[in-house]
């Protein structure tokens, strides 16, 4: 089983994200972006999920905060996945180095498509 770390304070979209890769992978949550380079250097996911809006560090700051670990060698590369709000918000995801992303409302089927995706180095833009 693929361990997946998820970043949100929202309990409705971590049970979606929970419900969509039970079985596949094992999810891992932080409730907050300054908690997920401590957990990504804990438990050393496959895969990060990154809500947009969280708390006091969004999804955003985190990205750019994991890849900046990552090219002073300090992480091992992997890929980020960003749950977006709205179209739009697909420009500050390239520019905070995300490989890929969903924008809202998410469902099941959709999301695991785009975390085997992300896991298997494609770009899912769903």
Do not use: Y
Not at 18 to 44: C, K, M, N, T
Not at 45 to 56: H, K, R
Request: glycine residues 8%; charged residues 25%.
């Amino acid at each position: 089983m693929t361990d997946i770390l998820l970043a949100t304070d929202s309990d409705w979209l971590a049970d979606e994200v929970e419900a969509a890769v039970a079985g596949s992978h094992l999810l891992l949550r932080v409730r907050a972006g300054v908690d997920v380079v401590p957990a990504i250097e804990e438990v050393d996911p496959a895969l990060v999920l990154l809500d947009l809006q969280i708390g006091n560090m969004g999804g955003v700051a985190t990205c750019l905060a994991i890849r900046h670990r990552e090219g002073m060698g300090d992480l091992e590369t992997r890929p980020v996945l960003l749950l977006l709000d709205r179209e739009v918000d697909t420009f500050i995801a390239t520019q905070a180095g995300a490989d890929s992303w969903l924008i809202k409302p998410l469902d099941p089927f959709r999301i695991l498509r785009a975390v085997e995706a992300a896991l298997a180095g494609e770009p899912s833009t769903a």
